[in-house]
């Protein structure tokens, strides 16, 4: 067998292995058989069909959310939106929403798109926050695209980030426990909030920029009203400065406000730190028990023998599972004895609805696994990290669960359809019992020492509204089903767990304002208070053979693994924080009418893409493309093409595909003809998203059809496959120097591609995307054609100041085989060398490298009488590039003359003038240079192409 065979029956074996084969639909796949609309005045609620409930619930709280949007925001929603329902907290974007790739037809761009996804995490009272704080974000953006927001191109700060997720967090949950816990954290380290310094954050830690805004706009609304907060918004999209805005709605500077706010939340808090810090001096803290502070949290389980501790911590994108060692009295680990055991994709769940435990024996760690779109419960080695064990469950999220200490019996939260109850699963008969059956949200379960009690955390409540209600702790008798309520004080009590001889229950509580661990004595039936710290105490855990516990710490802006002792705090209870100042969530029910009916998939349009581009030394370019899809994006077809002209051809290319998503994986097929190699700026380009090099042979006839497969690895890391026969027919003059080709060739490509970009409307603001692609070309009809290709993009982009970007690319491509010099990468035009003529430069090896400062010359253009409009923004970059396209050795300077030879530089300078929402108009002028002199500028001007 030869290399080319063996790389052709692996690609089939990866595509055939890339096909999802299953034989049963559980409710957490993307795309079960039927669906339901749910329609109201305002909202289209697609939901998969049997959680009706859940979807009729999801539609009225929507109805709800809109309205106490459009008070705080003063913004009527001016045209029917589409939420979708997901049963799942896998995720809360599935794979559908991914931007556009060239192999996949999914578009971002073009017509707006109104689709709201929310998952249901099992919690109503959540899915009420989630769905307002969506609506809230949707109507932010209609506000800021009413007068052409082209500045949302250009600096992406229109509505500044703290103002953007601080305002939906607030109208979502007002000034909640979380905003209140960062505020108070911030004190206590003499940290001062401030407009001033969230304007210009740079910080990666997005939930306490948004609990810092969160709780500015809780400030605003007490001091100066509620209309401040829609005014304040518009104030900023027409002035395009938070200054001005400020001055305009409050009257006072943004220093002026800092100081109010200073004053403000000192007078909520002043007293409970103060008398935090005195507490302090008085009794022994926590000991620090890890170095390794983490912004979302640690869930820690202590080993039956006390010797070791395992912890998940939220990661990037999912949960490592580490193994701590610990002994009394120690005060601190070193961060080489701490063994990761992360095998497979732990999944994070929003940091606290996982859970682990160890059993009695201290040979099985037990925790929640996402294993592709299905929930699983895994068994861990604590030794070496393998899994033993993985159980399969017919949910559409498992949530915290725990093994019993003989390691027989697992209890465990899961939500199926529109309920989250408590479900016991007997490992060795795999047999499941259903504990609790209501459609409250039951969470956090754990046995006891002989399995026969099970204690959990319900929001049950005598108004049977599972949308409100505080959180109690709970047991129910495994064998006769009674249930009694252990804790319930009006207050969140959460995450018990029982000590290793059942007399004693720990759990948290947010009775005094702060979350604080609570120890219940099951004798007495009496409470203890055993932390009082200002910030905020989760998980706690019994440490076996002695009266200490670890739990999770939130201080200094980040969590920390901590160490505590009943002694400790023997004397003295957590301090009150007074909280009756917090925004409550109040607004009338929704009366309106609420009709359901079967899902239709009606394939409408989606996106429509337009440009074209002309050179001063020529060269003329023009693209367009559209795309349909239904309204769950299952079936999509696109369709686009380009024309180019230079200054000896000009050529047409097609291509017209259509994909299916199912379970995750966009499969899909097409067919092309390409007259030019160049992928001219089509809606690829447009939205910015990785495309592969030219490739092919100018004023070629190539056509034939594809077949591709692709999906997401991890969170931004996806990977593409994709099959193609294609047809080559081309005879080139004899003055060419150029084989003719006629040739049938196969094709086997695999990308990888990784996008971490944050992006404006139109332009990506900051971060990183690569793309590696590796290609076979075989040959078909016996033409002894084998080519390999292999090419590399790296773009970075950092964002200096407000409006300053700079945008970094370095990239490269070459093409080996056999009968490979009729195959070549072209340079020069638009996407590579400005200042050189398109498609000047050819070769199997390609280098580029190119450098951008981007950055915005006027804020926003408006005009009144005799007519009334208004304009984007206008902005300016100033370029750097160098590339090369050539066979053979690479000489980048030519050494008789010592003027440039493979490699070609040029510089240059443009304007940028931002129409939203789907058009950026360039002007850009290039000047080639190398060591002996500047050469005459070339003049490029374009619409709709790239930014």
Not at 114 to 137: H, K, M, N, P, Q
């Amino acid at each position: 067998m030869n290399v080319n065979t063996a790389i052709i029956i692996l690609a089939i074996f990866i595509l055939l292995k890339a096909a999802p084969c299953t034989s049963e639909i559980n409710a957490d796949d993307f795309h079960p058989i039927d669906w339901t609309v749910i329609e109201t005045v305002h909202f289209d609620v697609v939901c998969p069909s049997g959680i009706e409930e859940l979807a009729v619930r999801a539609a009225r709280l929507s109805e709800e959310s809109c309205l106490r949007t459009s008070r705080y925001l003063a913004h009527d929603m001016p045209r029917p939106r589409r939420i979708i329902i997901l049963p799942s907290n896998s995720c809360e974007t599935p794979a559908y929403e991914e931007a556009y790739h060239a192999d996949t037809g999914s578009v971002r761009g073009g017509l707006p798109d109104d689709t709201i996804v929310i998952s249901f995490s099992g919690s109503y009272r959540e899915l009420r926050r989630r769905l307002a704080r969506a609506i809230a974000i949707r109507q932010m953006h209609d506000i800021f695209a009413e007068t052409g927001a082209g500045g949302l191109a250009l600096s992406g700060l229109r509505p500044p980030l703290w103002m953007r997720e601080g305002l939906a967090e607030y109208i979502a949950a007002g000034f909640d426990g979380p905003a209140g816990m960062v505020i108070r954290d911030g004190m206590a380290d003499g940290r001062r909030i401030g407009i001033r310094d969230l304007s210009v954050a740079a910080d990666a830690d997005i939930d306490r920029i948004r609990r810092e805004g969160q709780a500015i706009f809780f400030f605003l609304e007490k001091r100066y009203g509620i209309g401040v907060l829609g005014e304040l918004v518009r104030e900023v999209r027409d002035s395009g400065s938070m200054a001005e805005a400020l001055m305009t709605c409050t009257g006072r500077t943004a220093e002026e406000l800092d100081h109010e706010i200073y004053d403000f939340f000192s007078e909520i808090y002043g007293r409970f730190l103060r008398d935090a810090v005195h507490a302090g001096r008085k009794r022994r803290v926590g000991r620090a028990l890890a170095g390794m502070p983490h912004q979302s949290g640690f869930i820690p389980a202590v080993s039956p023998d006390g010797t070791e501790i395992a912890v998940l911590a939220a990661a990037k994108h999912y949960t490592d599972l580490s193994i701590l060692p610990h002994a009394p009295g120690m005060s601190r680990i070193n961060v080489q004895h701490i063994r990761r055991l992360r095998r497979e994709r732990l999944e994070r769940l929003a940091n606290v609805e996982n859970n682990i435990s160890w059993s009695r024996d201290g040979r099985t760690i037990l925790t929640a696994l996402l294993s592709g779109q299905r929930a699983s419960i895994v068994m861990i080695d604590p030794r070496d990290g393998g899994v033993k064990k993985k159980i399969d469950l017919p949910f559409s999220a498992i949530l915290h669960p725990s093994i019993s200490g003989d390691g027989s019996t697992i209890v465990f939260s899961a939500v199926a359809g529109s309920t989250t109850d408590i479900y016991l699963y007997t490992i060795e008969s795999a047999k499941i019992i259903r504990l609790t059956d209501d459609h409250f949200t039951d969470i956090y379960p754990v046995l006891n020492g002989n399995g026969g009690i099970v204690v959990f955390a319900s929001n049950r409540n005598d108004k049977d509204d599972p949308e409100t209600g505080a959180f109690a702790i709970c047991e129910i008798n495994v064998r006769t089903g009674q249930r009694r309520t252990l804790v319930g004080n009006g207050a969140d009590n959460m995450q018990p767990d029982i000590s290793p001889d059942g007399k004693k229950l720990l759990y948290v509580s947010n009775a005094s304002g702060a979350y604080n661990a609570f120890v219940y004595d099951f004798t007495s039936m009496k409470t203890v208070p055993v932390t009082d710290s200002p910030t905020g105490v989760f998980h706690p855990r019994w440490i076996p053979r002695g009266r200490a516990f670890v739990c999770s710490e939130y201080r200094s802006g980040s969590y920390h693994l901590s160490i505590r002792t009943e002694e400790d705090y023997r004397a003295a209870g957590p301090i009150a924080v007074k909280d009756d100042e917090h925004a409550k969530i109040t607004g009338s029910p929704y009366t309106g009418s609420v009709a359901q009916g079967s899902y239709r998939a009606r394939v409408g349009p989606e996106s429509i893409q337009a440009g074209a581009a002309i050179a001063m030394n020529g060269g003329v370019m023009g693209t367009f493309g559209m795309g349909f899809a239904d309204p769950l994006g299952r079936y999509r077809f696109l369709i686009e093409g380009n024309y180019v002209h230079d200054r000896t051809d000009h050529d047409a290319n097609v291509r017209m595909a259509c994909y299916f998503l199912i379970q995750g994986w966009t499969l899909g097929l097409g067919a092309f003809r390409q007259g030019d190699p160049l992928p001219v700026t089509t809606s690829n380009d447009l939205t910015e998203v990785l495309d592969e090099f030219a490739f092919g042979i100018r004023s070629m006839e190539h056509y034939g059809g594809f077949v591709t497969a692709g999906g997401e690895l991890v969170p931004r890391l996806r990977i593409d496959m994709k099959g193609a026969f294609e047809r080559y027919d081309r005879p080139y003059p004899d003055f060419d120097r150029r084989e003719d080709i006629h040739a049938s060739l196969g094709r086997i490509s695999l990308s990888l591609s990784y996008d971490a970009v944050l992006m404006g409307a139109m332009a990506p603001l900051e971060g990183f995307r690569g793309s590696l692609r590796i290609e076979q070309v075989f040959d078909v009809a016996g033409n002894n054609h084998a080519l390999t290709l292999g090419s590399i993009d790296l773009r970075q982009y950092m964002m200096l100041c407000d409006y300053v970007v700079l945008a970094l690319r370095e990239a490269g491509a070459t093409v080996m085989g056999r009968n490979s010099r009729g195959f070549k990468y072209f340079a020069g035009g638009f996407n590579t060398l400005r200042g050189f003529v398109l498609n000047e430069f050819s070769g199997r090896n390609m280098l580029l490298g190119t450098a951008e400062l981007r950055f915005t010359l006027v804020d926003a253009m408006k005009f009144g009488l005799p007519v009334c409009g208004g304009g984007g923004h206008i902005g300016g970059v100033l370029f750097f590039e160098a590339g090369a396209a050539w066979d053979g050795r690479f000489s980048p300077v030519v050494s008789s003359t010592g003027r440039d030879g493979d490699l070609k530089m040029d510089f240059g300078a443009g304007i940028r003038a931002a129409l939203y929402p789907i058009l950026i108009l360039k002007l850009d002028f290039a000047w080639p240079f190398d060591k002996k002199s500047i050469k005459d500028y070339n003049m490029l001007f374009s619409i709709g192409l790239q930014y």
